[in-house]
């Protein structure tokens, strides 16, 4: 008699049981806020469950769980395309139990054809994806890939808007001017972004030595810094950006020694809606986004500030005229690759419900 696993359906069952480990383990690269990494999973029976680990909810940065949900999505976002890069379908029930369950998606996963070239592509980019901390280069992305990459987005039920027009840029910069001091005047704020800045070894936050030393960037725009209350980092100075894996490398500059003038472009992701279930569709978004960007050569900043407290969140929405809600703001560009640090992920066994 054959128990299970000694013959040939056994193996079939645990190589299926591995593909779905492998693939929650690369769910758990992708970006979370803070790098908070706020999900669970359960595989059973030839599914995928994620769940929302609220014990890792940002209390005063985000009391509502927007952001742990689009963290959450993102996670979504790097399962489907890991399956499809190993040549396994997958469909995807959203909130099957309502919105105010921690269960925020079931995935049925089953056999499917042969990945293309380009789902492989996709797939191996989780391995090196990173967020960009130091400065990007001076060239800019070409028209055709910022259409690519607004299909991308459009594929999964969101929308990709760039701001080209000057008055956009200036717009976006004194808003993120604006939240920055909101949020450095906030003790509560502060307290908690420092306590995910860990200094020792750790499976989750951002470790000091993906943060770049401070620094003159020629950057229009206020970067996040993890240091706020310790240095007055401002307009142009360096700063991290709010998860993945971060770059050590130096600061980039001109032969003459000046630092080279930075031009990423700068894109507003957003939704028709903004509920939980839109909060989820935006993180498989963002995670497809980095993706296909990454597969390319492209990485991506995030400009968190602006949408972190309703007030800037609704004025971004209102001065840019759009229709819907504006859920992540990043600066995408070609950026130094050659030295990369890692933030850590928790151990899939930590991750992995019963």
């Not at 979370?32 to 769940?51: C, K, M």
């Not at 995935?107 to 391995?127: C, K, P, W």
């Not at 992701?269 to 498989?284: K, R």
């Amino acid at each position: 008699m054959e128990t299970k696993g000694s013959g040939p359906g056994g193996n079939e069952d645990a190589g299926r049981d591995t593909a779905l480990r492998d693939a929650v383990a690369a769910a758990t690269r992708a970006p979370s806020v803070h790098n908070t990494q706020p999900w669970r999973f359960r595989i059973a029976d030839g599914t995928i469950e994620l769940y929302a680990d609220r014990e890792r909810t940002l209390r005063i940065l985000d009391p509502e769980g927007r952001q742990l949900t689009l963290s959450c999505g993102a996670a979504l976002g790097f399962l489907r395309t890991a399956l499809r890069g190993a040549g396994l379908d997958s469909s995807v029930d959203p909130l099957p139990e309502g919105s105010g369950s921690d269960l925020l998606a079931r995935v049925t996963v089953t056999s499917g054809s042969e990945s293309s070239e380009q789902e492989r592509s996709l797939a191996a980019a989780i391995a090196t994806r990173h967020t960009q901390r130091t400065p990007f280069e001076s060239r800019s992305l070409s028209s055709s890939v910022l259409r690519d990459l607004r299909h991308v987005v459009e594929a999964e039920g969101a929308w990709l808007m760039t701001l080209n027009r000057r008055e956009d840029q200036l717009q976006l910069v004194s808003l993120l001017a604006r939240a920055d001091i909101l949020e450095r005047q906030d003790d509560a704020y502060l307290a908690e972004l420092r306590a995910w800045v860990r200094t020792d070894a750790s499976t989750d936050g951002i470790p000091v030595e993906v943060l770049p030393a401070a620094g003159e960037r020629h950057s229009e725009v206020v970067i996040r810094d993890f240091e706020a209350g310790g240095s007055e980092a401002g307009p142009g100075q360096a700063g991290p950006g709010e998860a993945g894996t971060g770059s050590t490398a130096p600061t980039t500059t001109t032969p003459s020694g000046q630092p080279i003038d930075e031009h990423p472009a700068v894109v507003v992701l957003g939704t028709d809606g903004d509920s939980p279930a839109d909060h989820l569709v935006a993180g498989q978004a963002l995670g497809r986004l980095l993706l296909a960007a990454a597969s390319i050569g492209v990485a991506a900043s995030p400009l968190g500030q602006v949408l972190d407290w309703p007030g800037p969140r609704a004025m971004l929405r209102q001065q840019l005229g759009v229709i819907g809600a504006p859920q992540m703001v990043l600066r995408m560009g070609y950026g130094q690759s050659d030295s990369t640090v890692g933030t850590a992920r928790r151990p899939l066994e930590e991750v992995l419900l019963p």
